[in-house]
């Protein structure tokens, strides 16, 4: 009963630092997607995979970098950590849109401090 | 674009109703969800609406309005537990795939 899963839950990272968040999810979905959330500004979108092997950019994706080798796995990183990517991490999947009464589930979210 | 408003906070007391609104204006709406969060946790799926009208679901009810581009969450018989922050969301399909675009949400803080 995992459903997506996100690691770590938590990490401090020193400016200029690298990390990669990951996600796994075991409900074959097609869709998945990485957002942030900060305080007063919701949720908002970093990258999305709409499969395998494919990935684009969403709102803000500037500093991120994905990857989507196997359809259960997505993968978010930071090659050089800045304070302004402090934030909550959530990872999300769902099925294609085509399904359109199928919401997004998500994980349970990375706290993530660049000091 | 996409603008969705919805009130940053909203108090009640534990018995009572409390209806959360929640306005939008996009170009290629494919629906509305409301999701809860309870502090610290991930946000969980409670509603979606796609054509007008009315959803029920126990405690929680949905409207859709799309000519007015607004819809809101009612939520009946209140508990403590229904303390969280409640998103609004809407699907745009104008680049095909069809991405959710969040409202800030409202925090429902619900008292004795």
């Known amino acids: 009963n995992a459903g997506v899963t996100q690691t770590p839950k938590f990490r401090v990272l020193k400016t200029g630092q690298s990390m990669t968040l990951l996600c796994a999810q075991d409900?074959?979905?097609?869709?998945m997607y990485w957002y942030r959330q900060d305080p007063g500004m919701g949720l908002r979108l970093i990258h999305y995979s709409v499969g395998e092997g494919t990935t684009a950019k969403g709102e803000v994706p500037d500093g991120y970098n994905v990857s989507r080798l196997k359809k259960q796995n997505f993968l978010l990183g930071l090659e050089s950590a800045a304070p302004s990517q402090t934030s909550v991490y959530f990872c999300a999947s769902s099925y294609a849109h085509l399904r359109i009464n199928q919401p997004q589930h998500f994980g349970d979210g990375t706290r993530l401090s660049i000091l | 674009g996409q603008n969705i408003d919805q009130p940053t906070e909203m108090t009640a007391t534990e018995g009572a109703i409390v209806q959360i609104n929640c306005t939008y204006q996009?170009?290629?709406?494919?629906?509305l969800f409301w999701y809860q969060q309870h502090a610290g946790e991930a946000p969980t799926f409670l509603s979606y609406n796609v054509l007008d009208g009315l959803e029920e679901k126990g405690r929680f009810s949905s409207f859709l309005s799309r000519s007015k581009g607004y819809s809101y969450l009612l939520l009946k018989e209140l508990q403590m537990k229904d303390s969280a922050s409640y998103l609004c969301a809407v699907r745009d399909v104008t680049d095909s795939w069809g991405k959710l675009q969040f409202g800030a949400g409202t925090q429902v803080v619900v008292t004795p």
């Open positions: 409900m074959n979905h097609e869709y």
């Open positions: 996009t170009s290629g709406f494919n629906g």
